[in-house]
């Protein structure tokens, strides 16, 4: 069983005397619960790719306290990265740079770029403060499942670490991964859609290539089957869900916008109107419909596309498998 420790100063400072041992920690972020390792230290890095069962060709995102620890795992720092940093770190936005010398082959999968975030939770800088150093962390779930917004997620993921401390710092505020801007090339794209929109970026350094899902070979962790619940899931357009719910002999989980009559043999989970209670709600609601063991999840689409309703249909997608059409019923938000 891993050690959950309330994120305490003291519980901070073992978490930070694990890391330098070479052990991995799990801590909170704004964003998901990350899989922490010494990003200079090869055998701990090894160990976050065994324990998640991620494949090896998947690189990994160097967690720093700021712009200057960035610098050091960096071999190329532009002026569109000292604008990016000023307005959005420490938050939800990881940058691509091409990445220093002395950053070891593993903690970036052999890749020559290296992502780079600075997390905005308390407990999340007072590691990297307390650890002195950058810390290479995927989301703390088994590789392909659906993202830990919880303490409890991370554990219930990893029944068997033993080793692993994970830093309880209460459920993560924004709930879906960061935006991922890639500035290794002449112009920058979105990797991955997050918190932050792209036409938030744009204003800060100018034109950036929004990729789809299908165009994303580039970052592999952004494959279509991914964030997905053990149980077969479907996302449904609105104006089709009652007719769909009254006709399938199911049991079906489905998460729904309030107002749908949901027959009694299915469970509903209520999802909230708004998309920053969506996105904070949508991996903890997956990963409870996942225990109901019913035979099909279903997931009301969101009418509302702006923002990060943008990063919430990308999720969805990713959950259900692959991209799915249709509109919802419910109004736009
Ligand atoms: O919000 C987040 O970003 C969370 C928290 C823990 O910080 N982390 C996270 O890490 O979502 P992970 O490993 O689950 O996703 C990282 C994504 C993957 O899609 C990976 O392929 C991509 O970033 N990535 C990492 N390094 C890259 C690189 N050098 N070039 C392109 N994509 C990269
Ligand atoms: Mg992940």
Not at 34 to 62: C, E, H, M, S, W
Not at 107 to 126: E, F, K, N, Q
Not at 232 to 248: F, H, K, M, P, S
Request: overall charge neutral.
């Amino acid at each position: 069983m891993p050690r959950l420790l309330t994120a305490t100063d003291k519980a901070i400072g073992i978490a930070a005397a694990a890391l330098r041992r070479g052990n991995v920690v799990a801590f909170p972020t704004e964003t998901v619960y990350g899989l922490g390792a010494d990003t200079f230290n090869i055998a701990a890095l090894q160990q976050v790719y065994d324990l998640k069962g991620r494949p090896a060709d998947n690189p990994l995102i160097a967690h720093v306290s700021d712009a200057a620890q960035a610098r050091r795992v960096a071999a190329a720092w532009d002026e569109r990265c000292d604008r990016l940093t000023r307005r959005f770190w420490p938050g939800p936005l990881t940058i691509v740079v091409q990445r220093a010398e002395a950053v070891p082959d593993l903690a970036t999968a052999g890749w020559p770029t290296i992502a780079i975030r600075s997390p905005d939770h308390p407990a999340a800088l007072a590691l990297l403060a307390e650890f002195g150093g950058p810390v290479s962390a995927p989301s703390a779930n088994r590789s392909g499942h659906v993202s830990p917004t919880t303490a409890q997620h991370v554990a219930d993921d990893f029944p068997d670490a033993g080793d692993l401390i994970i830093l309880d710092g209460g459920p993560c505020a924004i709930g879906i991964e960061s935006t991922v801007v890639d500035l290794s090339a002449q112009t920058p794209g979105i990797l991955r859609p997050g918190a932050i929109p792209a036409d938030a970026i744009r204003r800060v350094i100018g034109e950036v290539a929004l990729s789809s899902v299908a165009t994303q070979a580039h970052s592999p962790g952004t494959s279509p089957a991914h964030y997905a619940p053990h149980t077969a899931t479907e996302i449904v357009a609105g104006e089709a869900l009652a007719d769909r719910l009254q006709r399938d002999a199911g049991p079906l989980v489905v998460l729904c916008f309030p107002g749908i009559d949901v027959p009694g043999r299915h469970t509903a989970i209520v999802m909230p109107d708004d998309p920053g209670a969506y996105a904070a709600r949508l991996y903890g609601a997956l990963r409870e419909a996942d225990r109901r063991g019913a035979a099909r999840i279903l997931i009301e689409r969101p009418a509302a596309r702006a923002g990060l309703w943008l990063a919430i249909h990308d999720r969805l997608d990713r959950a259900a498998g692959g991209q799915c059409p249709g509109v919802g019923r419910h109004g736009s938000g």
